[in-house]
């Protein structure tokens, strides 16, 4: 098996995979007579042929080393993982090589951050690291299919820097 070391999220490392959900260096407005920051527009949300609806994921926690054997992606939505603990996750993408996920990398995140895969970005499934493994999930709502998956003939092993 092929290692991937994991890597700290940051938006520089994941600009071309998505957007990091975070709270910027000060709020674009305060509201709420003062006593709320708000912190506008952090995701760009993108449906084809649908809308956008969440959803309550509660996935069983992973370990690492993590044994990354498949990868997914959907072609008419970005999807938007936003945890519901201040517990890290795994978050792992491959950009695409005529069709196939090239060679993935691993991200760990920081407390506060949650992703946004634009559409059609290859990504590993949804990876919380400890229990309660529960998110909020943004993504479309529509006919037809809108999941490809590709199991890589060798796997890798996802382990901590």
Not at 37 to 51: I, K, P, S, V, W
Not at 98 to 116: D, E, S, V, Y
Not at 133 to 156: K, S
Request: glycine share 8%; charged share 15%; hydrophobic share 45%.
């Amino acid at each position: 098996m092929m290692r991937i070391v994991t890597e700290p999220l940051s938006a520089n490392a994941f600009a071309p995979f998505g957007d990091v959900i975070e709270l910027k260096d000060s709020p674009d407005k305060l509201i709420n007579q003062g006593l709320c920051g708000r912190h506008h527009d952090l995701a760009e949300m993108d449906f084809t042929n649908g809308r956008a609806g969440i959803s309550l994921f509660n996935a069983d926690p992973r370990s690492l080393p993590y044994v990354l054997d498949l990868v997914e992606r959907h072609p008419d939505g970005s999807q938007a993982f936003i945890p519901m603990t201040p517990a890290p996750f795994l978050v792992i993408v491959a950009a695409d090589e005529a069709g196939k996920p090239g060679t993935p990398q691993a991200f760990l995140t920081a407390p506060g951050q949650a992703i946004n895969f634009h559409k059609n970005t290859w990504h590993g499934v949804l990876t919380p690291l400890s229990a309660p493994g529960l998110f909020a999930v943004v993504d479309r709502i529509g006919p037809g299919a809108n999941l490809e998956e590709f199991w890589f003939d060798t796997p890798y092993t996802v382990v901590s820097a």
